[in-house]
């Protein structure tokens, strides 16, 4: 192996140990937000509230497209990642309703 490739491979061995403890965080962070999405799931079906309110998406989205930029990510991503996560929210609190 040459010095330039050991350097290659030290170099993707940080990388992935980062990626690994950023996607422990990922995971860590999307159990806490799914807690609280159940609490608010419940509290909804007991006071018979609807599952879904599309005002308060919006302006998640908003927020979030906005932060976004800042953290030179691709807005239309976090949009279709935060989409996809209320989605799986609104299922559950369908859930609760039943
Ligand atoms: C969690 C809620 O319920 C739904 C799920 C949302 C979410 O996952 O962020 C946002 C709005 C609602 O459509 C809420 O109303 O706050």
């Known amino acids: 192996m040459t ?9 993707l061995k940080g990388h992935r140990a980062s990626i690994d403890r950023l996607d422990a965080i990922l995971v860590y962070t999307l ?8 609490a608010v799931g419940k509290l909804k ?4 509230l609807p599952p879904s309110d599309p005002a308060r998406e919006a302006a998640q989205i908003a927020r979030l497209e906005d932060l976004a930029k800042e953290a030179d990510l ?6 279709k ?3 996809f996560i209320i989605a799986e929210v609104i299922q ?6 039943t």
């Open 31 to 38: 159990g806490e937000r799914f807690k609280h999405t159940q």
């Open 74 to 79: 691709d807005p239309e991503f976090a949009k």
């Open 81 to 83: 990642f935060l989409n």
């Open 3 to 11: 010095d330039t490739v050991k350097r290659a491979a030290e170099l």
């Open 45 to 48: 079906a007991e006071h018979d």
């Open 92 to 97: 559950h609190h369908k859930q609760h309703q």
